[in-house]
């Protein structure tokens, strides 16, 4: 299956700072999302990307899809002690669709925020 | 309002043993999911299911049976009990064909 390559794999900051994570392919995805899990929860979607050079934000998030359709970023500005937690992209397997759909998640980014 | 709940939350369990995870939600949502996340936190799908139709099986072991009595049900059922399934399992949801799924709070498994 495709293989996504998530970087950095942690991430320890001081509250205020901003924050930059991505995500590489070595194929093509149609779609990016992120999600974050918080400590004991399930993911949750935080932003999702449909077009190759969007640029898409939600609160203090912003999420690019690169215009390679290789890549994705995700930056987090102004960090709070709430960010805390694992940050994955995710991306659907090329020739899923319809009832097949399948994502591929990424081994996700442990965000660490020093109050 | 709960989107997708699990229970348990938390199973402690003895090799050999047999034991089931039970899965709902609320969504409308067609389509439904089991991802497993190992200690390293890497998720995994295992199987999905389509209006209670097995789509997808990722070579998981025959010792894991998944069932859907409804589109809004979906429970996993574990044979056999082994050391290497403690995990994490999470149920999700989606529309049919994506995008974005809806998971649920996880049910943690530990095989003694």
């Known amino acids: 299956g495709q293989q996504l390559n998530q970087s950095p794999q942690s991430m320890f900051i001081q509250e205020g700072e901003d924050v930059s994570m991505n995500c590489t392919s070595s194929s093509i995805f149609n779609t990016w999302l992120w999600y974050k899990q918080d400590p004991g929860e399930g993911p949750v979607l935080l932003i999702a990307l449909y077009k190759a050079g969007e640029l898409t934000s939600n609160g203090r998030l912003t999420a690019q899809f690169g215009i390679t359709r290789k890549d994705s970023f995700l930056n987090i500005s102004a960090s709070i002690p709430s960010d805390v937690g694992i940050y994955f992209c995710a991306g659907p397997d090329n020739g899923s669709g319809g009832s097949n759909y399948k994502l591929t998640f990424g081994k996700g980014t442990l965000l660490t925020v020093n109050p | 309002d709960t989107a997708v709940s699990q229970t348990p939350k938390y199973l402690v369990t003895q090799m050999g043993n047999d034991k089931s995870i039970k899965c709902e939600q609320n969504?409308?949502?067609?389509?439904m999911y089991w991802y497993k996340q190992d200690s390293k936190k890497f998720l995994k799908i295992m199987f999905s299911?389509?209006?209670?139709?097995?789509?997808i099986n990722e070579t998981v072991p025959n010792r894991f049976s998944p069932k859907s009595p409804d589109k809004a049900h979906l429970n996993l059922h574990i044979n056999s009990l082994e050391l290497g399934d403690s995990a994490v399992y999470f149920c999700a949801s989606s529309r049919l064909g994506g995008t974005g799924e809806f998971f649920g709070p996880g049910t943690r498994l530990t095989v003694l």
């Open positions: 299911y389509n209006n209670k139709e097995l789509i």
């Open positions: 969504l409308g949502h067609d389509t």
